[in-house]
């Protein structure tokens, strides 16, 4: 069972940044794609940065300039750097874990592929 533990969430003013991680526990090989997604209030969820397995990153338009998907797998850790962040950018960010099965995985951004979900941390950017 893969467990994802998300923090670094808060509340910055428009123009701000934030460092959210995502400390993922339970699997002792590369069979998972990691990646971020968000949800604001009454909308879905939305891909925001994947990583594949050589550290090659993939970014929605949400994220892309802006934020920066890195891993430290020695420490079994996910991070989103985000910078110039703005109140639509105001969401619950959660960590992904999907399963490719062994071998190559390649960054995926569909939720519906996700095998795993972090409780999310909540981000709030006030103009």
Request: glycine fraction near 14%; hydrophobic fraction near 30%.
């Amino acid at each position: 069972q893969v467990q994802l533990v998300e923090s670094g969430g808060g509340s910055v003013q428009a123009g701000g940044s934030l460092r959210l991680s995502c400390k993922a526990s339970g699997y002792t090989d590369s069979r998972y794609s990691m990646g971020w997604f968000r949800q604001a209030p009454g909308k879905e969820r939305e891909g925001v940065a994947a990583i594949d397995t050589w550290g090659n990153a993939r970014y929605t338009d949400s994220g892309k300039g802006r934020f920066t998907i890195s891993q430290d797998n020695a420490k079994n850790t996910l991070y989103l750097q985000m910078n110039s962040l703005k109140p639509e950018d105001t969401a619950m960010y959660y960590c992904a874990a999907t399963n490719c099965g062994g071998g190559y995985c390649p960054a995926s951004l569909e939720s519906y592929r996700v095998n795993y979900w972090g409780q999310g941390t909540q981000v709030t950017v006030s103009s």
